[in-house]
Nanobody, 125 residues
């Protein structure tokens, strides 16, 4: 079941972007979802996680600057990013957990098995 990201682009430091991810209704009802990013030459990093029961987790480097949310009826996951920095430049990916039933959202990339193609975010200084 694919997930499809959109909403990336170029923005100046201090600006904001909202990324979107669309997937099937089954995905939104039954699976934890997350946003990861990967900058050139760096490992993939999880930044925001949302479980089916509404529990969220954020990577420390982006706490207070990002919000993950979902609307099951619209089958859309969002990542609102504010106060963007050049270090936030990366390809951003939406991902679905490989299993159902997590009590809290899984935090490791290895726990996600469905990935989108990614959407590029570029922050200039």
């Amino acid at each position: 079941v694919p997930v499809v990201e959109s909403g990336g682009g170029s923005v100046q430091a201090g600006g904001s972007l909202t990324l979107s991810c669309e997937a099937s209704l089954d995905t939104f009802i039954n699976y934890a979802l997350a946003w990861f990013r990967q900058a050139t030459g760096k490992e993939r990093e999880g930044i925001a996680f949302l479980n089916t029961n509404g529990i969220t987790r954020y990577v420390d480097s982006m706490k207070g600057r990002v919000t993950i949310s979902r609307n099951n009826e619209k089958r859309t996951l969002w990542l609102q990013m504010n106060s963007l920095k050049p270090d936030d430049t990366a390809m951003y990916y939406c991902a679905r957990a490989q299993q159902r039933g997590y009590l809290t959202p899984p935090l490791q990339a290895s726990q996600y098995d469905t990935w989108g193609q990614g959407t590029q975010v570029t922050v200039s200084s």
